[in-house]
């Protein structure tokens, strides 16, 4: 009988597991553009530390000109992401509500502006942790897109969220 349980927990589908992350409806990329925005929840009444000085083994890293990286404190350490509807290449899509805990949340700006925010959130009463940017692609404040992993800083590879065209440097 427990060669029957262990052959169905290998040949399971791993589908009928509890889902870590965002759930969107039909299943896609894991880059969405909401041209409404996206909610930044843990900001409302959080605070910012920083920019940081930031070295990878006593050198700064090899980030576009003018990126910095700040911490935000969230007042609540509860990330609530409602509903929504969102168009994504001609489809209408949708994300699920969802509760996630914030870890940790990070702001990155360019010049002194904020460009990104990068979550690194936990599922309530699941092993399971993930992070999510979501950036403001024109510079108006709008942050239009959410992309699934982030860039959360905890990693010896620094890599700072993608650069929109209106905070790259001309040279």
């Given at each position: 009988?427990?060669?029957?349980?262990?052959?169905?927990?290998?040949?399971?589908?791993i589908s009928v597991f509890?889902?870590?992350?965002?759930?969107?409806?039909?299943?896609?990329?894991?880059?969405?553009?909401?041209?409404?925005?996206?909610?930044?929840?843990?900001?409302?009444?959080?605070?910012?530390?920083?920019?940081?000085?930031?070295?990878?083994?006593?050198?700064?890293?090899?980030?576009?000109?003018?990126?910095?990286?700040?911490?935000?404190?969230?007042?609540?350490?509860?990330?609530?992401?409602?509903?929504?509807?969102?168009?994504?290449?001609?489809?209408?899509?949708?994300?699920?509500?969802?509760?996630?805990?914030?870890?940790?949340?990070?702001?990155?700006?360019?010049?002194?502006?904020?460009?990104?925010?990068?979550?690194?959130?936990?599922?309530?009463?699941?092993?399971?942790?993930f992070s999510v940017d979501?950036?403001?692609?024109?510079?108006?404040?709008?942050?239009?897109?959410?992309?699934?992993?982030?860039?959360?800083?905890?990693?010896?590879?620094?890599?700072?969220?993608?650069?929109?065209?209106?905070?790259?440097?001309?040279?």
């Amino acid at each position: 009988m427990k060669a029957v349980w262990a052959t169905l927990f290998l040949v399971w589908p791993i589908s009928v597991f509890p889902q870590c992350g965002f759930m969107v409806k039909p299943v896609s990329a894991t880059a969405w553009y909401r041209r409404d925005g996206w909610q930044l929840p843990g900001l409302d009444g959080a605070k910012v530390k920083g920019p940081y000085k930031v070295s990878v083994n006593g050198n700064p890293p090899a980030w576009p000109r003018g990126v910095t990286l700040s911490e935000v404190i969230a007042k609540h350490k509860r990330a609530n992401f409602p509903e929504v509807q969102f168009e994504n290449n001609g489809t209408t899509k949708r994300m699920e509500a969802a509760e996630f805990g914030i870890l940790q949340l990070w702001r990155w700006d360019i010049d002194g502006k904020p460009y990104a925010y990068s979550y690194e959130l936990a599922r309530p009463g699941l092993a399971c942790e993930f992070s999510v940017d979501i950036l403001d692609n024109k510079g108006d404040g709008i942050f239009r897109i959410m992309s699934v992993p982030g860039h959360p800083p905890l990693t010896r590879n620094l890599q700072t969220p993608p650069v929109p065209e209106w905070g790259k440097h001309k040279s």
